[in-house]
T-cell receptor, first 115, second 113 residues
Framework: AQSVAQPEDQVNVAEGNPLTVKCTYS??????LFWYVQYPNRGLQFLLK??????LVKGSYGFEAEFNKSQTSFHLKKPSALVSDSALYFC?????????????FGQGTTLQVKP | NAGVTQTPKFQVLKTGQSMTLQCAQD?????MYWYRQDPGMGLRLIYY???????DKGEVPNGYNVSRLNKREFSLRLESAAPSQTSVYFC????????????FGEGSRLTVL
């Protein structure tokens, strides 16, 4: 079955340190991969996506993500975390083969950045 | 720059009551979606509309109906609300299916007593 997993419910980092939020997927085909961020009581905001090409994708607010096909992963990274990065992060996958357009979301990872 | 607008933002229902969540987008997008968000479960797709005039079931369609009224509007109806439908509902839209990202509304928080 096609699925996406975020293995960590919460990630805690100190401000100024690098951060990583993990995402893995299972797929029978080539996926489109996305990261979204949700601030309290708000809708989801698009951060970045991987479609094809360079495995390192740069997005909004200094975030980037690395697509690793052999490990079926798409981890979100940022070199230096800010307190304002604290939010709920969702990885999402849309599959191409047999695709009906559905975007499948992971369970979400809460990022807590402490001063 | 309204983007995706959902109404109402909050609603409390009694079991068995019906209601409709409204969604409108002003970005001329072809595809629209309804998701529900529950703690620890991420977002789950209820229904989607790939283009005007079409609708399809998502992961959790039971207890819901949708109408793609025109290109701008996509409504979600609960005919007989149940406590299990207590959730935050998000409408989203995209240019089309495939690589385009989704744009989300601010959400509608529904409580069924």
């Amino acid at each position: 079955a096609q699925s996406v997993a975020q293995p960590e419910d919460q990630v805690n980092v100190a401000e100024g340190n690098p951060l990583t939020v993990k995402c893995t997927y299972s797929v029978s085909g080539n996926p489109y991969l996305f990261w979204y961020v949700q601030y309290p009581n708000r809708g989801l905001q698009f951060l970045l996506k991987y479609i094809t090409g360079d495995n390192l994708v740069k997005g909004s607010y200094g975030f980037e993500a690395e697509f690793n096909k052999s490990q079926t992963s798409f981890h979100l990274k940022k070199p230096s975390a800010l307190v304002s990065d604290s939010a709920l992060y969702f990885c999402a996958v849309r599959f191409l083969s047999g695709n009906t357009g559905k975007l499948i979301f992971g369970q979400g990872t809460t990022l807590q950045v402490k001063p | 720059n309204a983007g995706v607008t959902q109404t109402p933002k909050f609603q409390v229902l009694k079991t068995g009551q019906s209601m409709t969540l409204q969604c409108a987008q002003d970005m001329n997008h072809n595809s629209m979606y309804w998701y529900r968000q529950d703690p620890g479960m991420g977002l789950r797709l209820i229904y989607y509309s790939a283009s005007e005039g079409t609708t399809d079931k998502g992961e959790v369609p039971n207890g819901y109906n949708v109408s793609r009224l025109n290109k701008r509007e996509f409504s979600l109806r609960l005919e007989s609300a149940a406590p299990s439908q207590t959730s935050v509902y998000f409408c989203a839209s995209s240019v089309r299916q495939g690589p385009g990202e989704l744009f989300f509304g601010e959400g509608s928080r529904l409580t069924v007593l």
